[in-house]
């Protein structure tokens, strides 16, 4: 376990140790993909330009990993023993990555253009799917006694993912999303791969049955408050900070949980929100801050950030149930707080 001294880590540390942990054993994993994938996801995570020519943009905070490897220490573990869980989570997340800005059409993420913008639709989906096989060939390729488990938790969290994306692409055509389907599409999209994360932790740090079944519980509702966050930065967040354009989500009218929340409000706000959205015509330069500013008034900000609240409370009580031990607990409770305090 790794103890440092004079207290537990800020989550900023947390991070930087689990990205130092993690980034070879993730780069090895990627040099071994056929060259036409390998140059793709070698761009995607920032480590060459266009042109095959090392760089180092970064590639986020690698926050999935993080709570893999710091799990496993939480029930006892070594994080080092769940380092295979780490590269296959950080594959797999991003293997989603590469599918949502081909099929949300987003242009930029982390401030330079996305994969398929430089190398095509085709070919980035091609190297999303080389990088979900990858995750479940280093799972495999594990001799920790958790493998077979690991598989199965990785295998159920890219379904529920995979039905998660196909409920929000259908909401793109739809005029009567409710809130709880909303809600239901997110625990999906973003929950459950986040819940995989500090359940395969706690099942390679050799956690109890019990201890794997509130840590997931802990990152499943943790994963829905980022989904959320994610959601109040779509609209309001800085681009300096979220490397998208002002109200990208907006533009693109995406049904997110603020935006659906405030479509079902029944206030005069959201029925005028509600003609913005369903017309057939696109959004003219001045109409995606009207429609952020109707989403607040009709209290979809509001919504948004009490249910982040919420939801922060009961993945810290999650936790708690999962008795984890110190110092690792107070480092998750740090992780987590910084998931739903991002700037919104």
């Excluded at 020519?53 to 496993?72: D, M, W």
């Excluded at 740090?205 to 943790?222: K, N, P, S, W, Y």
């Amino acid at each position: 376990m790794t103890v440092t001294q004079g207290g537990p880590r800020t989550a900023r540390k947390v991070l930087s140790w689990s990205r130092g942990m993690l980034d070879p054993a993730l780069r090895a994993t990627v040099n071994d993909l056929p060259t036409s994938m390998r140059r793709i996801a070698d761009y995607h995570f920032g480590w060459r330009d266009e042109a095959d020519r090392p760089i180092n943009v970064g590639g986020g905070k690698a926050l999935r990993p993080a709570l893999v490897l710091l799990t496993a220490e939480a029930v006892g573990g070594m994080a080092a023993s769940a380092l295979p869980a780490a590269v296959a989570i950080e594959l797999t997340h991003n293997f989603s990555l590469l599918h949502d800005d081909v099929m949300d059409g987003d242009t930029t993420r982390r401030h330079r253009p996305t994969a398929w913008t430089v190398f095509g639709e085709n070919a980035a989906i091609l190297a999303g799917d080389a990088l979900v096989a990858a995750a479940f060939e280093v799972l495999a390729a594990s001799p920790h006694p958790a493998t077979v488990r690991a598989v199965r938790i990785l295998s159920s969290a890219v379904i529920e993912l995979v039905e998660g994306q196909s409920a929000d692409m259908s909401f793109e055509t739809r005029t009567d999303v409710a809130l709880p389907e909303c809600l239901s599409m997110a625990g999906h999209k973003t929950g459950t791969l986040m819940g995989a994360s500090t359940a395969l932790g706690a099942a390679y740090g050799g956690g109890t049955d019990e201890q794997i079944e509130h840590m997931c519980a802990f990152g499943e509702r943790l994963g829905l408050a980022f989904q959320v966050v994610d959601d109040l930065l779509g609209i309001w967040g800085d681009p300096a900070v979220t490397g998208k354009p002002v109200h990208s989500d907006l533009r693109n009218r995406k049904k997110s949980l603020p935006v659906v929340a405030a479509l079902t409000s029944g206030t005069p706000a959201g029925a005028e929100l509600a003609d913005l959205y369903h017309r057939d015509e696109p959004f003219g330069e001045a109409e995606p801050a009207r429609a952020a500013e109707l989403i607040e008034v009709a209290g979809g900000r509001d919504w948004a950030v009490q249910r982040t609240a919420s939801l922060l409370e009961e993945a810290l009580s999650e936790l708690a149930a999962a008795t984890p031990s110190a110092p690792a607990d107070t480092e998750l409770t740090s992780l987590a707080r910084l998931v739903a305090h991002r700037d919104h």
